[in-house]
């Protein structure tokens, strides 16, 4: 069975740091590009950064140099560090692992809130 588990959400200050994390269990992780999506009340679900295994990563323009992705294949754990929040930053944000068509999986999601 596999499951994705996000923690690390929560209330910060507008400027405010938080770190989420990412255990995946069931896949072989390092087979697999893991990415960080979030989705706001009333708007499009919206990738926010992507790694695979050895690649570079890739990130939304809305998060270039204030977020950063990266995965410990050791621990089956992918992290978003979080840093300069805003509150257009507020929404909650899933984990996804894909491999390929149909071989993708989504975590339950951890909800960030940032106040003014």
């Known amino acids: 069975q596999v499951q994705l588990v996000e923690s690390g959400g929560g209330l910060v200050q507008s400027g405010g740091s938080l770190k989420l994390s990412c255990v995946a269990s069931?896949?072989?992780?390092?087979?697999?590009?893991m990415d960080w999506y979030r989705q706001a009340p009333g708007k499009r679900r919206e990738l926010v950064a992507s790694?695979?295994?050895?690649?570079?990563?890739n990130y939304a323009d809305f998060v270039k140099g204030r977020f950063t992705i990266s995965r410990d294949n050791a621990k089956n754990t992918v992290y978003l560090q979080m840093n300069s929040l805003k509150p257009e930053d507020t929404a909650v944000y899933s984990c996804?692992?894909?491999?390929?068509?149909?071989?993708?999986?989504w975590g339950q999601g951890t909800q960030v809130i940032v106040s003014s």
């Open positions: 996804n692992a894909w491999k390929a068509p149909g071989d993708e999986y």
């Open positions: 790694k695979s295994n050895a690649g570079s990563p």
């Open positions: 069931g896949i072989f992780f390092s087979d697999y590009v």
